[in-house]
């Protein structure tokens, strides 16, 4: 009952707090902390002069502040980003500042600004519901806090780089609104601010660790579709024979030479090839008891394999999820590349219920094409193990990765792996790296 006015005052003192820490230099801080105390201090005039301190502090705050409305900036920005961030690594990218005035801009800082929505106030329940949490919150949201940097002194025509840096607080896009120009006063008390608008996204993908995919791949089996999607995802087409041209058949198959020779069209005729199609299942239920972490560490596992595509995709891979519903995004060496697979998994959110029955009618689709199947679970319960039990009867070579939040040293039941329990491994939550580089077959 208590939640909607406690978030709108959390609202209201944030903002604030955050017009104070802009606004204000370390120097005009520490000049309004004296004026509270001098006003603390100095309400008797005639026990102590400490009003006239009060005095002095305003008079300068209000030159410092007076100062910032003949501020004026001439300039636009560039923004140059990556191609995308990883989460937990710093991002390094440059601003161009251009000066399009005839004098020199100096003292300038320039700060980042990060579309924020603030949790709504079903979010404020529980631990959220202090200041500090309610903004470590809306920080996370956001997916960044970027500090002001310096600018160096811009010529009249010219233009500067900025260098920043910052590290991105979640994956997923870190949406940038614009950019803040911070001018000191003369005094050095008070920032005269310009903001500027310049929308950006900034993709900012999962945490990825080394493993090695390829000593998992299946074997190649066949796929229909024709000759082209083979050719396209590593498949090799293989010679049949000579016949006549028929409408319809396509032009890259005349045997241009033979027709010269016979002076009839003549065609190549290939048989229909094989290619691998891997598939990674990624679970989405989080139990109701399960820490934010064990999903984080999950998709983080599954990015590591889909990392390692590059080096090791010989042909399709699938990344097969729940979310509304069951997506399935596509990649394979010929026609696409992992960067959809990447962007899907930065965007992943974990879902409330259980979808093995969609998840289930989705693998049936596409199980007689399947070479191999990672599947990394957040738990090994029953749904669980009878999607893997369905797999296991279709015949798909599978390697079931199940997470946990930290070793608890006892051996867990492979249930439907138990003739292969070297393809069946419980990783922590907290030490993923060293559990995947040991993830051998």
Same mark, same amino acid.
């Given at each position: 009952?208590?939640?909607?006015?406690?978030?709108?005052?959390?609202?209201?003192?944030?903002?604030?707090?955050?017009?104070?820490?802009q606004?204000?230099?370390g120097?005009?801080?520490?000049?309004?902390?004296l004026?509270?105390?001098?006003?603390?201090?100095g309400?008797?005039?005639?026990?102590?002069?400490?009003y006239?301190?009060?005095?002095l502090?305003?008079?300068?705050?209000?030159a410092a502040?007076?100062s910032?409305?003949?501020?004026?900036?001439d300039?636009?920005?560039?923004?140059?980003?990556?191609?995308?961030?990883?989460? +937990?690594?710093?991002?390094?990218?440059?601003?161009?500042?251009?000066?399009h005035?005839?004098?020199?801009?100096?003292?300038?800082?320039?700060?980042?600004?990060?579309?924020? %929505?603030?949790?709504?106030?079903?979010?404020t329940?529980?631990?959220?519901?202090g200041?500090?949490?309610?903004?470590?919150?809306?920080?996370?949201?956001?997916?960044?806090?970027?500090? %002001?940097? %310096?600018?160096?002194?811009?010529?009249p025509?010219?233009?500067?780089?900025? *260098?920043? /840096?910052?590290?991105?607080?979640?994956?997923?896009?870190?949406?940038?609104?614009g950019?803040?120009?911070?001018?000191?006063? &003369?005094?050095?008390?008070?920032?005269?601010?310009?903001?500027?608008?310049?929308?950006?996204?900034?993709?900012?993908?999962?945490?990825?660790?080394?493993?090695?995919?390829?000593?998992?791949?299946g074997?190649?089996?066949?796929? &229909?579709?024709?000759l082209?999607?083979? *050719?396209?995802?590593?498949?090799?087409?293989?010679?049949?024979?000579?016949?006549?041209?028929?409408?319809?058949?396509?032009?890259?198959?005349i045997?241009?030479?033979?027709?010269?020779?016979?002076?009839?069209?003549?065609?190549?005729e290939y048989f229909?090839?094989?290619?691998?199609?891997q598939?990674?299942?990624?679970?989405?239920w989080?139990?109701?008891?399960?820490?934010?972490?064990?999903?984080?560490?999950?998709v983080?596992?599954?990015?590591?394999?889909?990392?390692?595509?590059?080096?090791?995709?010989?042909?399709?891979?699938d990344?097969?999820?729940?979310?509304?519903?069951v997506?399935?995004v596509?990649?394979?060496?010929?026609?696409g590349?992992?960067?959809?697979?990447? /962007?899907?998994?930065?965007?992943?959110?974990?879902?409330?219920?259980?979808?093995f029955?969609?998840?289930? /009618?989705?693998?049936?689709?596409? *199980?007689?094409?399947?070479s191999?199947?990672?599947?990394?679970?957040?738990a090994?319960?029953?749904?669980?193990?009878?999607?893997v039990?369905?797999?296991?009867?279709?015949?798909?070579?599978?390697?079931?990765?199940?997470?946990?939040?930290?070793?608890? +040293?006892?051996?867990?039941?492979?249930?439907?792996?138990v003739?292969?329990?070297?393809?069946?491994?419980?990783?922590?939550?907290?030490g993923?790296a060293?559990?995947?580089?040991?993830?051998?077959?």
């Amino acid at each position: 009952m208590l939640e909607r006015p406690l978030y709108r005052i959390h609202a209201f003192v944030h903002r604030i707090d955050g017009w104070f820490k802009q606004r204000f230099t370390g120097s005009g801080m520490l000049l309004t902390g004296l004026l509270v105390l001098a006003g603390v201090f100095g309400v008797n005039t005639r026990a102590n002069l400490a009003y006239q301190l009060a005095l002095l502090a305003i008079a300068l705050l209000a030159a410092a502040m007076l100062s910032a409305l003949w501020f004026r900036a001439d300039v636009s920005l560039r923004r140059r980003l990556p191609r995308y961030a990883s989460d +937990g690594d710093p991002v390094h990218y440059v601003i161009e500042v251009h000066n399009h005035s005839r004098r020199v801009q100096r003292g300038l800082l320039i700060q980042e600004l990060v579309g924020v %929505p603030a949790p709504g106030a079903g979010e404020t329940r529980g631990r959220l519901v202090g200041y500090t949490n309610w903004v470590a919150a809306r920080r996370r949201r956001g997916g960044a806090h970027p500090r %002001p940097v %310096p600018v160096p002194d811009v010529p009249p025509g010219g233009r500067v780089e900025v *260098a920043l /840096e910052w590290r991105p607080l979640r994956r997923g896009y870190v949406r940038l609104s614009g950019c803040a120009l911070l001018c000191p006063d &003369p005094l050095g008390l008070f920032y005269a601010v310009k903001r500027i608008r310049l929308r950006d996204s900034l993709l900012v993908i999962p945490k990825r660790y080394p493993v090695d995919w390829t000593a998992w791949t299946g074997q190649m089996r066949d796929k &229909p579709g024709g000759l082209k999607q083979a *050719a396209s995802t590593s498949g090799v087409e293989e010679f049949a024979s000579l016949r006549e041209y028929r409408p319809g058949d396509a032009l890259r198959h005349i045997d241009w030479k033979g027709w010269a020779r016979l002076g009839t069209p003549i065609v190549k005729e290939y048989f229909e090839t094989c290619f691998v199609r891997q598939a990674l299942i990624l679970d989405t239920w989080l139990p109701t008891d399960a820490p934010r972490a064990r999903f984080e560490a999950a998709v983080s596992v599954a990015a590591s394999f889909v990392a390692s595509g590059p080096a090791a995709l010989r042909g399709a891979l699938d990344l097969i999820f729940v979310g509304t519903s069951v997506h399935r995004v596509s990649a394979n060496t010929g026609v696409g590349s992992l960067d959809g697979v990447l /962007e899907a998994l930065a965007c992943v959110a974990p879902q409330p219920h259980r979808q093995f029955a969609m998840l289930t /009618e989705c693998i049936d689709e596409s *199980a007689g094409e399947l070479s191999a199947c990672v599947c990394v679970l957040l738990a090994w319960d029953d749904e669980r193990r009878a999607l893997v039990s369905r797999l296991r009867r279709i015949g798909v070579p599978l390697l079931v990765l199940v997470l946990e939040d930290a070793p608890t +040293g006892r051996v867990r039941d492979p249930g439907p792996m138990v003739d292969q329990p070297q393809r069946f491994k419980v990783l922590p939550a907290q030490g993923l790296a060293g559990a995947l580089a040991g993830l051998t077959r």
